[in-house]
T-cell receptor, first 115, second 114 residues
Framework: DSGVTQTPKHLITATGQRVTLRCSPR?????VYWYQQSLDQGLQFLIHYYNGEERAKGNILERFSAQQFPDLHSELNLSSLELGDSALYFC??????????????FGNGTRLTVT | DQQVKQNSPSLSVQEGRISILNCDYT??????FLWYKKYPAEGPTFLISISSIKDKNEDGRFTVFLNKSAKHLSLHIVPSQPGDSAVYFCAASPFTGGGNKLTFGTGTQLKVEL
């Protein structure tokens, strides 16, 4: 158990809809990262928050947004969903930031299916 | 542009033998290299890492080798056990990158057979 909790585990929705994915980091971790894994792809970095502030953006679409709340949990909002948004979405956390040798702790992911 | 490549989507090895998983990278700015293991329906878990100042790092049955001149790293598992069957992701980061600069490969599915 990594200590990172993601809900829901599965989500099925229709094109054009909006969904919210939730992540609670490990106790004591201030950084939250969101990754997307599409079929046969590696994990693609979406966005990073540290102690409530956005620190970096990756290949995140404008239809997607995220935030980290004062209790450090984070939400990833996906809107105007398209079929191609179907993927596994992982949240990861770490104690700090900007240290390449600090491993991330991943949640079990949310599988999003857009029909 | 795949900066981290795992060219073998799958690998099958007999129990007790050595498993060798390979990874190539193109970005010379990468300073840290990590391997993550992933079981079905779970998130990736950190396995072992190596910094660019080393060419080998060992942790129990797992050893990672780094060849900077060839931009190549490999993970050796000796002896392989059925519980090692999982998808293995290679990842790389520049020193100051942290998680937000972590670039993953597409993974290699390892199957350890009895």
């Amino acid at each position: 158990d990594s200590g990172v909790t993601q809900t829901p585990k599965h989500l099925i929705t229709a094109t054009g809809q909006r969904v919210t994915l939730r992540c609670s980091p490990r106790s004591g971790d201030l950084s939250v990262y969101w990754y997307q894994q599409s079929l046969d792809q590696g994990l693609q970095f979406l966005i990073h928050y540290y102690n409530g502030e956005e620190r970096a953006k990756g290949n995140i679409l404008e239809r997607f947004s995220a935030q980290q709340f004062p209790d450090l949990h984070s939400e990833l909002n996906l809107s105007s969903l398209e079929l191609g948004d179907s993927a596994l979405y992982f949240c990861a956390s770490s104690v700090g930031t900007n240290r390449g040798n600090s491993p991330l702790h991943f949640g079990n992911g949310t599988r999003l299916t857009v029909t | 542009d795949q900066q981290v490549k795992q060219n073998s989507p799958s690998l099958s090895v007999q129990e007790g033998r050595i498993s060798i998983l390979n990874c190539d990278y193109t970005n010379s700015m990468f300073d840290y290299f990590l391997w993550y293991k992933k079981y079905p329906a779970e998130g990736p878990t950190f396995l072992i890492s190596i910094s660019s100042i080393k060419d080998k790092n060992e942790d129990g049955r797992f050893t990672v080798f780094l060849n900077k001149s060839a931009k190549h790293l490999s993970l050796h598992i000796v002896p392989s056990q059925p519980g090692d069957s999982a998808v293995y992701f290679c990842a790389a980061s520049p020193f100051t990158g942290g998680g937000n600069k972590l670039t993953f490969g597409t993974g290699t599915q390892l199957k350890v057979e009895l």
